[in-house]
C-alpha cells in the first residue's frame, strides 16, 4: 500500500494541504529545480513557500472530491460522530475504492479531514500503519496550529509543516515495503 495523495480539507471543505507522491522517476526532475538556493538555511518559523503544490492532478483531485462526499454522507449529523474523543473513533477507515486505489478517512474533533488516497490492496493489517500516519499528520497540524504566527483557515504553506509531513509519509510507505521499481 503505497501513499498516493495525501489531503487535510478545513471544516468548510476548503483544502488546507495536498500533497501528491509521485514515483522517483516522474519527481526528481523536477524537485531538483525547484530546490532553494540557501538550502542549509533553517526557517526558524516555517514561514518560506512550502514546495507542495497548489492542487492535485485531475485524476486525484476527482477521487478526493468524490471520497470527501463520501466522508460527508457518513458522518452527517450523527451523534455518535459529535463527542470524539479517542484515536478510534477519529479513525472513519476506508471510504471508497476507485480504480486500483482506495481512500482512507480521519476526522479530528474539531471536523478538520485528512483524506489520503493509497495504491494496492486494502489489508485490514495494513491500515494500522495508515492509522499512525493519520494520527502523526494530526499532531503535526496541531503544533502548525498552536504556533502564535500562523494563520488559520487559510492554506498551509510552512516549509516545516511541509518536510515534517513528507517524513512522516516517507516512512509509512518504507514500513510498507514499498518500492517504486
Known sequence: MALQCLAIIGKTNEPLYLLEILPPSESSSSEENEKPENDNVEDMFGFQEATAKDSLSLRSEFMM??????????????????????????????LSPVEESFIYGYVTSTNIKILAMVAGSAEQGREVH????????????????????????????????????????????????????
Open 65 to 94: 472530491h468524490a471520497s470527501l462526499d463520501r466522508l460527508d454522507e457518513i458522518i452527517g449529523d450523527q451523534p455518535r460522530w459529535k463527542s470524539r474523543t479517542s484515536a478510534d473513533t477519529k479513525w472513519i477507515g476506508l
Open 130 to 181: 495508515l492509522k499512525t500516519l493519520f494520527a502523526k499528520v494530526h499532531n503535526l497540524f496541531v503544533a502548525y496550529t498552536l504556533n502564535p504566527f500562523s494563520q488559520l483557515q487559510q492554506k498551509i504553506d510552512s516549509v516545516r509543516f511541509d518536510r515534517r509531513v513528507r517524513e512522516a509519509v516517507t516512512v509509512y510507505n518504507q514500513t510498507n515495503g514499498i518500492s517504486w521499481v
